[in-house]
């Protein structure tokens, strides 16, 4: 499995021979990436703000992984036609898209279209992906990535997220003001129990600016086992 960070929540998901992008927005300044040089087979959004969804234009022949909601907004705004199961997933579900297996899991934030106050998106969400099936067998070999998108501190970190989807690794909002800051994403990575964990959705826009020694610093002071890795904007690390 291979994680390519495009900057803020944008990252780009190589499992075996399925290219996944999640949450394409560009327009951020940790990325020199044209949108255009990428061609995945699913587009993954968390939810409905114009900083997540920004660049979904360029990707309308992939398939969309998103709730209904966003899917129903996508395909009328967007012209996407492809969705998984043909009008999307719920939190909660687990698809098989080619190699890769999507869980969408909760997230706390709020999911306004385009970050307007007119029409909501439903629940916002994050993603689990693996190279295997969710299971309560033992399986040591499957590799799982866990995307958090926008939230908050939340108990479904610890009581499921990291309790039974068990993802090896994590990419967590460290910016604050719109979601978790420094100090929660070390709570958050002490209870998902993941081996390596990455800042994200950070630096954008002033408010959400943070010195990333700050992430290192709180996640090595927390009771967190995880090593906190930063990544250049579009550095690939491999799982």
């Known amino acids: 499995m291979e994680l390519t960070w495009h900057g803020h929540s944008t990252w780009h998901v190589t499992v ?8 394409p927005f560009f ?9 255009e040089e990428l061609d995945p087979d699913y587009v993954l959004l968390t939810h409905g703000h114009a900083d997540h969804i920004g660049d979904a234009n360029h990707y ?11 899917v129903g907004y996508m395909q009328d705004n967007y012209d996407y036609e492809d969705a998984v199961g043909g009008m999307g997933m719920n939190l909660g579900g687990t698809v098989e898209v080619g ?3 999507v869980t969408m899991v909760r997230a706390d934030h709020s999911n306004g279209i385009e970050t307007g106050y007119g029409a909501s998106a439903g629940m916002p969400a994050g993603f689990v992906i693996s190279d295997g099936r969710p299971t309560h067998e033992l399986d040591v070999e499957t590799k799982t990535f866990y995307h958090a998108g926008d939230t908050s501190l ?5 009581e499921v997220i990291g309790a039974y989807l068990e993802p090896d690794v994590a990419a967590l909002p460290a910016g604050d003001h719109f ?4 100090t ?3 709570v958050a990575a002490d209870w998902l129990d993941v081996e390596t964990v990455f800042p994200m959705h950070y630096d954008t826009f002033p ?3 943070i010195e990333t020694e700050d992430f290192e610093r709180e996640v090595r002071a927390s009771a967190a086992v995880a090593e906190p890795v930063v990544l250049d904007g579009d550095e690939t690390f491999t799982l």
Request: charged share 30%; aromatic share 2%; net charge negative.
């Open 60 to 70: 309308e022949d992939a398939t969309l992984i998103a709730t209904p909601e966003l």
């Open 179 to 182: 979601t978790m800051g420094p």
């Open 27 to 35: 327009d951020n300044p940790k990325t020199d990436t044209d949108p």
């Open 99 to 101: 190699d890769a297996f």
């Open 184 to 186: 929660q994403a070390a």
């Open 154 to 158: 939340m108990v479904e970190m610890r």
């Open 16 to 23: 075996g021979d399925t290219d996944l992008l999640i949450d």
């Open 207 to 209: 408010p959400i600016e």
